[in-house]
Every structure is written in C-alpha cells, then in structure tokens.
Nanobody, 111 residues
Framework: QVQLVESGGGLVQPGGSLTLDCVIS????????ISWYRQAPGKQRLWVAL???????HYAEAVKGRFTISRDNGKKSVSLHMQKMIAEDTAVYFC?????WGQGTQVTVSS
C-alpha cells in the first residue's frame, strides 16, 4: 500500500533553518500533487505548501518567502526547506498525497 514517511524534524532556534523530507513508497509520485500541512498544539491542521505534478509551487501566506517545497520523482520524495523560522512555525508537519497521510514529524522553534 502507499505509505508516506516524514523525517527531519527537531529543535531549531528562531531565525534558523530546517529541511523536512517525505519519502513515499508503494506508488509512483510523478503524476500527483503533494502537500505539506502542519498542526500546532490545540489547533487545526493547516495547509503549508503544495507542489504540483507539473512542478508548480504554492505556499500559504504565513510561509511564503521563507519555505521552499521541492520534489524528486526518481527518489519518490518531497522536501520542505524552512528558513527564517519563527516560534509560530512550531507544529507537527505532515505530508500528504492521494489523501494518504504520513505520521508527521515534530518541529519546535525555540531558543
């Protein structure tokens, strides 16, 4: 079956950078849009970024100019490079494709 596994989360200081990876198994990914979402404690899950099957990138206003999404169809992976991070970026980050979700990876921005 299709599985998505996120990695790369951790603790980062304000202003720092972090890159998350999402590796997909059980499916070719080249024909699908893939998104990142995040969920802060006690809050609903919010969309962060999407990369289309055509390579087009789309971002939520809260991360535009700071986050970059990319994909490698050959490696069946999608990355989210986050920079100039702020406390409000603290959340569990999830990737999703074809309505299937990974388990998430925790990102904490704190000094």
């Amino acid at each position: 079956q299709v599985q998505l596994v996120e990695s790369g989360g951790g603790l980062v200081q304000p202003g720092g950078s972090l890159t998350l990876d999402c590796v997909i198994s059980g499916s070719d990914i080249s024909a699908y849009d893939i998104s990142w979402y995040r969920q802060a404690p006690g809050k609903q899950r919010l969309w962060v970024a999407l990369i289309g099957a055509d390579g087009m990138e789309h971002y939520a206003e809260a991360v535009k100019g700071r986050f970059t999404i990319s994909r490698d169809n050959g490696k069946k992976s999608v990355s989210l490079h986050m920079q100039k991070m702020i406390a409000e970026d603290t959340a569990v980050y999830f990737c999703t494709m074809r309505a299937i979700w990974g388990q998430g990876t925790q990102v904490t921005v704190s000094s």
